[in-house]
Antibody, heavy 124, light 113 residues
Framework: QVTLKESGSGILQPSQTLSLTCTFS??????????VGWIRQPSGKGLEWLAN???????YYNPSLKNRLTISKDTSNNQAFLKITNVDTADTATYYC????????????????WGQGTLVTVSS | DIVMTQSPSSLAVSAGETVTINCKSS????????????LAWYQQKPGQSPKLLIY???TRESGVPDRFIGSGSGTDFTLTISSVQAEDLANYYC?????????FGSGTKLEIK
């Protein structure tokens, strides 16, 4: 059974760094074809993809935030991480991590399993 | 970026009716790998995280009821929900994975009369 759970900074002030952790079970990020992505959703609004990381440490970032994003993983502890620097009120959202699997070599794919999300609020 | 345009933004139907949600992409999502369209559909019920319904435009995820049908090719796609049930109250999103950045439609809110 695949499960994912996000945890994060909770409340931050503008210009701080947001740190998010995705703890998962039911798969390993050291296994061929496995990937984890981060997606966020401001309250009452739509979904925005942020970044992906794959079993081979290949990484993809949304260019609109690329300079502020860093995705990483700890395969020993079944965790993936996302850091967002210099946060602003516009970064207030629920942040989700989700699992992906490679499809015939494609590293841009759909999200089959989602965590419950963690709410991050940026406020002065 | 590939822009995903969903319509309608909201709709209200009675239980038992059939619903059609449209998703149009700003460029073709037909890919050379396996000759498939790189589009997914998600359902997000109130207070929950999104749930995958359809991938490769028309492949139903395991456990998804067969009243959910994905169709379309190229730039025009449709999610059809036949015999809508009260439990289908949700927001529905399309997502393209043809190119980076991955992008989602703005969502369609389905209400049950």
């Amino acid at each position: 059974q695949v499960t994912l759970k996000e945890s994060g900074s909770g409340i931050l002030q503008p210009s701080q760094t947001l740190s998010l952790t995705c703890t998962f079970s039911g798969f390993s990020l050291s296994t061929y074809g496995m990937g984890v992505g981060w997606i966020r959703q401001p309250s009452g609004k739509g979904l925005e993809w942020l970044a992906n990381i794959w079993w081979d440490d290949d990484k993809y970032y949304n260019p609109s935030l690329k300079n502020r994003l860093t995705i990483s993983k700890d395969t020993s502890n079944n965790q993936a991480f996302l850091k967002i620097t210099n946060v602003d009120t516009a970064d207030t959202a629920t942040y989700y991590c989700a699992r992906m699997t490679v499809y015939y070599g494609l590293l841009l794919n759909w999200f089959a399993y989602w965590g419950q999300g963690t709410l991050v609020t940026v406020s002065s | 970026d590939i822009v995903m345009t969903q319509s309608p933004s909201s709709l209200a139907v009675s239980a038992g009716e059939t619903v059609t949600i449209n998703c149009k992409s700003s460029q073709s999502l037909f890919g050379s790998v396996r000759q498939k369209n790189y589009l997914a559909w998600y359902q997000q019920k109130p207070g929950q995280s999104p749930k995958l319904l359809i991938y490769l435009a028309s492949t139903r995820e395991s456990g998804v009821p067969d009243r959910f049908i994905g169709s379309g090719s190229g730039t025009d796609f449709t999610l059809t929900i036949s015999s809508v049930q009260a439990e289908d109250l949700a927001n529905y999103y399309c997502q393209q994975y043809y190119d980076s950045p991955l992008t989602f439609g703005s969502g369609t809110k389905l209400e049950i009369k």
